[in-house]
C-alpha cells in the first residue's frame, strides 16, 4: 500500500469514529490507529525513496536536454555563422569578377583605340610616301615632257 493510500485510510478511520458531544472530541480505535501509523512508517521510506529518485531522474533528464538545446543551438550558430562567411566570400567573388570584367573591358577598349591609332599611324605615314612617290612622278612626268629650251633656262 502507498503512503497516501494509508492517510486516507487515518482519515476515515477518524471520520467513523464515535464524537463525545459537546467536547469537540472522538473516541477512536487505538489499535487500528496505530497499526496505520506503523504502516506509513514502513512505506514512507521507499515512497520516499522513488520519490527521490524520480526527482533525481527528472533533473538528469532537464540536464540532459539544456545540454541538447545549447548543442543545437551552438550547431545552430556555427551553421549560421558558415552561411554568412558563404555569403561573404559570394559577395567577394562576385565584386572581384565585376573587377575583373571592368579591367578586361578597359584593356579592350585601350587596345581598340591603340590599335586604331597604329592604323591611323601607318596610313598617314603611306600617305605620305605616297605623297613623295606621287611627286617623285610628277616631277618626272615634267622633266620628261619639258624642251631642251625649258631645261637650259631651268638649270640657269
Not at 469514529?17 to 489499535?31: H, K, L, Q, T, Y
Not at 587596345?111 to 598617314?124: C, I
Amino acid at each position: 500500500m502507498e503512503v497516501l493510500e494509508i492517510i486516507d485510510m487515518l482519515e476515515d478511520v477518524v471520520e467513523k469514529s464515535m464524537a463525545i458531544p459537546f467536547a469537540g472530541r472522538a473516541v477512536v480505535d487505538r489499535e487500528e490507529l496505530l497499526d496505520l501509523i506503523q504502516e506509513i512508517r514502513l512505506n514512507l521510506p521507499g515512497d520516499l525513496k522513488q520519490a527521490k529518485w524520480v526527482k533525481e531522474e527528472r533533473q538528469r533528464i532537464l540536464d540532459e536536454a539544456n545540454k541538447e538545446a545549447e548543442s543545437i543551438m551552438k550547431n545552430a550558430e556555427e551553421k549560421m555563422a558558415s552561411m554568412i562567411d558563404d555569403h561573404e566570400i559570394t559577395q567577394k567573388a562576385y565584386a572581384q569578377a565585376n573587377q575583373i570584367i571592368a579591367a578586361a573591358q578597359n584593356n579592350a577598349r585601350e587596345l581598340r583605340l591603340g590599335t586604331r591609332q597604329y592604323a591611323d599611324d601607318v596610313m598617314a605615314s603611306l600617305e605620305a610616301h605616297i605623297a613623295k612617290v606621287a611627286e617623285t612622278v610628277h616631277e618626272n612626268r615634267r622633266e620628261l615632257n619639258e624642251t631642251p629650251k625649258e631645261k637650259k633656262a631651268a638649270k640657269e
